[in-house]
């Protein structure tokens, strides 16, 4: 059985930081792409980052390109998400995602596996 659990989140100031962690079970984490999609209150989920089967290849949404982070360690089977200078907008429930592609990609549909999510909260 696939599980994501997602880690980290929480109530932070901005301009403050948090670092999600995503630990992967059930699947051959090292073959697949990692994701992170984020969904605020009120609107639909959207793409934030992603990485490939070997962590060389990463990608950004523009909103949050300079100050997200996306890694990966594949012994651990854990997928990370260093945010920094946070911004209320970042205001979301953070999802991961696995895709058996490995490809990068910030398509959903793309995606096999998705995790609980875990709630980041961004106060002015």
């Known amino acids: 059985q696939v599980q994501l659990v997602e880690s980290g989140g929480g109530l932070v100031q901005a301009g403050g930081s948090l670092r999600l962690s995503c630990a992967a079970s059930?699947?051959?984490?090292?073959?697949?792409?990692m994701g992170w999609f984020r969904q605020a209150p009120g609107k639909e989920r959207e793409f934030a980052a992603a990485?490939?089967?070997?962590?060389?290849?990463?990608y950004y949404t523009d909103s949050v390109k300079g100050r997200f982070t996306i890694s990966r360690d594949n012994a651990k089977k854990t997928v990370y998400l260093q945010m920094n200078s946070l911004k209320p907008e970042d205001t979301a429930v953070y999802f991961c995602?696995?895709?058996?592609?490995?490809?990068?990609?910030?398509?959903?549909?793309?995606?096999?596996?998705w995790g609980q999510g875990t709630q980041v909260t961004v106060s002015s």
């Open positions: 059930g699947l051959a984490f090292s073959s697949y792409a």
């Open positions: 995602a696995a895709d058996r592609l490995g490809a990068v990609t910030s398509l959903s549909y793309d995606y096999d596996y």
């Open positions: 990485i490939n089967w070997r962590g060389g290849s990463t």
